[in-house]
């Protein structure tokens, strides 16, 4: 699934206009320029000939997720362009934006890190319950979240289509990159954005270069985040859980509650058995308790 970022930006100086911007990120979490265009302003016309243009010219038929800001231009475009109203293409919103507008109706600091939990959260009973507080502390706030649709913002109801990636903060990056040039001509921003990704692909092109002739075949970042996680390996052991035929029986006697929390589990019409309790074949947690037989020259303290 390609994951691409959209945004927009004025033109300053004497050339006014808008830089349209769509920024994907690579394996090693880097940004990825993949298309950009200058307009006359950010309208739902200009918006609607750069989804379509780039749809045609660069994604073709890849399954594809955009995320964007909530502008009017952007939601038209999602709504009835016709290139984007296909199965392989999802729509989502920049959950910083979600949040950005929504402070902006109610300025409450709160509630601003309640809309941030609950749409970064992969746990529906948790959204669930951010949502009520929220509606408990603002039925208006409640109400403004739920017009848009869930899958739109939370990480929970996406089902895995923007890979974890809940801003449009890869666009916003490449977009300071060209700061500087936003006050010169046309033809002098496009020659300066041109030369920037032309350096930018040719850097790491050597590197991938390098990484080919090591037979390296992760990007730094993911290596990094398996060499931190093998730091911690020293925590998990294997250890004997009991005689496998006892474990096979008691697993397919009954359904075993697995938590705690039985209300977060659908278990239909089957009755839920406790938790297991320690015994002598389910070793308990901790050390290993010994039984010495007292002599007489033992001390035994007073109850």
């Given at each position: 699934m390609l994951v691409v970022t959209v945004d927009g930006t004025h033109l300053y100086g004497k050339y006014k206009g808008h830089l349209?911007?769509?920024?994907?990120?690579?394996?090693?979490r880097e940004i990825f320029p993949l298309a950009y265009a200058v307009v006359d302003g950010e309208t739902c016309e200009s918006w609607a000939w750069f989804f379509r243009l780039l749809v045609?010219?660069?994604?073709g038929s890849q399954q594809l997720c955009i995320t964007s800001d909530r502008h009017i231009g952007i939601i038209n475009s999602y709504r009835d362009l016709p290139e984007l109203q296909t199965e392989l293409i999802m729509k989502r919103f920049c959950l910083r934006h979600i949040r950005s507008n929504f402070m902006t109706k109610f300025r409450n600091s709160d509630l601003k890190i309640l809309v941030r939990a609950a749409g970064s959260t992969h746990n529906i009973q948790q959204f669930e319950g951010y949502m009520t507080v929220i509606r408990n502390m603002s039925e208006e706030g409640y109400k403004y979240l739920n017009d848009i649709p869930c899958a739109a913002w939370t990480l929970c109801f996406d089902g895995g289509f923007r890979c974890?990636?809940?801003?449009?903060?890869?666009?916003?990056?490449?977009?300071n990159m060209l700061k500087g040039c936003r006050m010169l001509p046309v033809t002098a921003i496009l020659s300066m954005s041109y030369a920037k990704m032309v350096e930018l692909f040719a850097k790491r092109y050597k590197l991938g270069i390098q990484r080919q002739e090591q037979s390296i075949r992760?990007?730094?970042?993911i290596k990094n985040v398996l060499l931190n996680?093998?730091?911690?390996?020293?925590?998990?052991?294997?250890?004997?859980?009991?005689?496998n035929q006892y474990v096979y029986l008691s697993g397919y006697s009954g359904i075993i509650q697995p938590v705690l929390f039985p209300q977060n589990l659908d278990v239909g019409s089957f009755k839920v058995l406790p938790p297991k309790r320690p015994t002598d074949e389910i070793p308990r947690s901790g050390r290993r308790q010994h039984n010495r037989y007292?002599?007489?020259?033992?001390?035994?303290?007073r109850r």
């Open positions: 349209f911007l769509a920024v994907a990120m690579n394996g090693n045609q010219r660069v994604i974890g990636i809940l801003t449009t903060n890869s666009s916003e990056s490449f977009k992760i990007t730094s970042k996680r093998e730091k911690t390996k020293h925590k998990w052991a294997v250890s004997s859980y009991g005689n007292q002599g007489e020259m033992d001390f035994r303290a």
